[in-house]
Every structure is written in structure tokens, then in C-alpha cells.
């Protein structure tokens, strides 16, 4: 069964507005971490930001900011002001269990967005 | 700190013979992971290594493929008589263990090694 979901294949945003990029998670643990990672064509994975199951507030790291809901399973990232330099493939990812239980990583399809100028 | 240093970052071999890729992680990191990506598609988990312990490998990682890490530093990934369907990108990530200021164990990840089986 896939653990992570990213239904939109691609996207297309104009620069300066803001875009959401969808991920839906499935687990039996009560304790996890979902990340985004961004891959551009030079390909190296970057990391954009964190939520664990418990924190009760959105993540939010400058442009960046994580939609958690819990009870719908899903954790989509929004980048808002959007730039030239965000065209890229995202790929959403979960920790499963504790850290301190390894901390891999399964990742999802991704979604390449294109950022129009 | 230059990051994670992966080597070669291309390799194309003929079916059949033998290749090595090796990991430099961030030195403070014990942890060191890889991942297998192929086109269009999400890293896969291959394996994960805490100091020069091997903890936990992927069903992905069949005889053909070793990992090593024998002195808790660098790693390397073996691929014994390459097929055409190992041709993909190898991501070598590493970790401290620690969350960081994130509230998070971040992976840090390297640029990849991409192999083409001819």
C-alpha cells in the first residue's frame, strides 16, 4: 500500500502568487515526522521543512509553511510569493515511529511545479 | 563542512560487470543512508547504517548488492553483474540523530550518482 501520496503530478504557478502542493499520508503509528524536500534539476534533495504528529502548529519556515491535518492524514506545503527558482520536482516524505527507530524516510511520487514568469 | 560528497556522480558500465559507489557523509554524522531513485519517480530506501552497523536493509537490496561502512565514515554500494534495471540514481544521505533547530533528525543528502547499464 503507498504510505505517501502526491496526486498532482505537475503543477503551474505564476511567479509572485501562491501555490499548494498536496501529499496524504497513511500509518498506524501514533508518533511520525512528514517532511518536503525540494529536487531541482541538478539533483540533490533539499530540505524545506518539518512537522511531527504532535506539534500542535503548522511548521512554517520563511516562504514555507506546512497545512498539517491530523485527521485527514495530510500534510501539504504551501510556498507562497512564488520565484523563478522554486520550478523544481517537491517530494513529500514520512518518518514512521520514533526517531530514534532508525529515521528513514519513504517518500512519495513527487510534483514537479513550474513557476511561469 | 562541504555536505555529502558522492562519487563517481556518473557511471555508465555494460551489463554484467561490477561497480562501486562511495559516500562521504558530513563527519559529525552517524547515521548514513541510502536511497535508489529511478526517472519520474521517489528516492526508494535501501539501507541505513548507524556508525559502521548495518541496522536495517530494503527487501530492494537483492544478493547483487553490498553496502559497507567499515570504519563508521564513509560507505560504499557495491553492484555486483549489473542488469539494465539497476540503471537509476544512488542518494547517499546522513544524519546526526539529533534534532536540529527544524525539531527534527534532518537527512542531508548528497547530489546522487546516476548509473547507466548499457
Known sequence: ?117 | DTGVSQDPRHKITKRGQNVTFRCDPISEHNRLYWYRQTLGQGPEFLTYFQNEAQLEKSRLLSDRFSAERPKGSFSTLEIQRTEQGDSAMYLCASSSGLAGVSGANVLTFGAGSRLTVL
Open chain 1, 1 to 117: 500500500a503507498q504510505k505517501i501520496t502526491q496526486t498532482q503530478p505537475g503543477m503551474f504557478v505564476q511567479e509572485k502568487e501562491a501555490v499548494t502542493l498536496d501529499c496524504t499520508y497513511d500509518t498506524s503509528d501514533q508518533s511520525y515526522g512528514l517532511f518536503w524536500y525540494k529536487q531541482p534539476s541538478s539533483g540533490e534533495m533539499i530540505f524545506l521543512i518539518y512537522q511531527g504528529s504532535y506539534d500542535e502548529q503548522n511548521a512554517t519556515e520563511g516562504r514555507y509553511s506546512l497545512n498539517f491535518q491530523k485527521a485527514r492524514k495530510s500534510a501539504n506545503l504551501v510556498i507562497s510569493a512564488s520565484q523563478l527558482g522554486d520550478s523544481a520536482m517537491y517530494f513529500c516524505a514520512m518518518r514512521e515511529g520514533w526517531d530514534n527507530q532508525g529515521g528513514k524516510l519513504i517518500f512519495g511520487q513527487g510534483t514537479e511545479l513550474s513557476v511561469k514568469p
